[in-house]
T-cell receptor, first 115, second 116 residues
């Protein structure tokens, strides 16, 4: 158990809908990362938050947004869903950011299926 | 821009034989390098990392990796493979920054299959 908690574990929704994925980082971790894993595109970095503020942005679509709250949990909002958004979404956390090579620890992921 | 490559989609090894999973990287500056393993329907588990110091890094489950700066490689190795090592392996790279931003980039993954 990495200590990173993600909910829900599985989600099935229709095209055009909006969903929210939730992540609780490990105790004491200030950074939260979101990744998307699909069969054809591997593991794609979406976005990083550090202590409530956005710090790094990857290949995140404009239909997607995220935030980190004062209690450090994070939510990834996916809207106007398309079939191609079906994927495994991972949250990860680390103590700090990029200055010291902190290990990032992954949750078990949220399986999103868009039908 | 930083990048990491895992040139083999799949590696097949007989149980008891040594295994190597290859990783090469491209960054500006000194890299931080990581290996993760993913078992079916699970999240990524941290195996080991190289930050600085000894080029040979030892990690979990008997794995080790060697940092080679001249060849920009960080290959994962194990002297004697187990069937239970069968999984998807990811190499990752980032560079130290003086901010809290940390854009860790993962390779495409290598599926390791150990046959009994």
């Amino acid at each position: 158990d990495s200590g990173v908690t993600q909910t829900p574990k599985h989600l099935i929704t229709a095209t055009g809908q909006r969903v929210t994925l939730r992540c609780s980082p490990r105790s004491g971790d200030l950074s939260v990362y979101w990744y998307q894993q699909s069969l054809d595109q591997g593991l794609q970095f979406l976005i990083q938050y550090y202590n409530g503020e956005e710090r790094a942005k990857g290949n995140i679509l404009e239909r997607f947004s995220a935030q980190q709250f004062p209690d450090l949990h994070s939510e990834l909002n996916l809207s106007s869903l398309e079939l191609g958004d079906s994927a495994l979404y991972f949250c990860a956390s680390s103590v700090g950011g990029g200055t010291s090579g902190n290990t990032i620890y992954f949750g078990e992921g949220s399986w999103l299926t868009v039908v | 821009a930083q990048s990491v490559a895992q040139p083999e989609d799949q590696v097949n090894v007989a149980e008891g034989n040594p295994l190597t999973v290859k990783c090469t990287y491209s960054v500006s500056g000194n890299p931080y390098l990581f290996w993760y393993v993913q078992y079916p329907n699970r999240g990524l588990q941290f195996l080991l990392k190289y930050i600085t110091g000894d080029n040979l890094v030892k990690g979990s489950y008997g794995f080790e990796a060697e940092f080679n700066k001249s060849q920009t490689s960080f290959h994962l190795k194990k002297p004697s493979a187990l069937v239970s090592d069968s999984a998807l392996y990811f190499c990752a790279v980032t560079v130290p920054t003086y901010s809290s931003a940390s854009k860790i980039i993962f390779g495409s993954g290598t599926r390791l299959s150990i046959r009994p």
